[in-house]
């Protein structure tokens, strides 16, 4: 019942950015954490950030950390990953999810997906 969409997935350069946003429908945003996952070719698909509910509290894995950024917007729906400092090793397919569980760490009990879209970074 609740469909998130993500979006601004592409093609870039080993050091460049980009920003992924994900929309998700429905009237309870505001009551899920939500997770931004990946999956790289022949690997698991891995947790690598979570934002709470109200955009106060941020976890990042350490592959990640320092370069990308994660936030929300409840009024619109909507959370986003910025993602600075690409390196070739960020290509992935990106995925958001939502929890109704309060942790940001946990890495399971996500119970709504997005399609996913491709991030593939060139050196």
């Known amino acids: 019942q609740v469909q998130l969409v993500e979006s601004g997935g592409g093609l870039v350069q080993a050091g460049g950015s980009l920003r992924l946003s994900c929309a998700v429908s429905?009237?309870?945003?505001?009551?899920?954490?939500m997770g931004w996952f990946r999956q790289a070719p022949g690997k698991e698909r891995e947790l690598i950030g979570a934002?709470?509910?109200?955009?106060?509290?941020?976890y990042y894995d350490d592959a990640v950390k320092g370069r990308f950024s994660i936030s929300r917007d409840n009024a619109k729906n909507t959370v986003y990953l910025q993602m600075n400092s690409l390196k070739p090793e960020d290509t992935a397919v990106y995925y958001c999810?939502?929890?109704?569980?309060?942790?940001?760490?946990?890495?399971?009990?996500?119970?709504?997906w997005g399609q996913g879209t491709q991030v593939t970074v060139s050196s």
């Open positions: 999810a939502a929890s109704r569980a309060l942790s940001i760490t946990w890495q399971t009990g996500y119970e709504f």
């Open positions: 429905g009237r309870s945003f505001s009551t899920y954490t």
């Open positions: 934002v709470s509910r109200s955009g106060g509290s941020t």
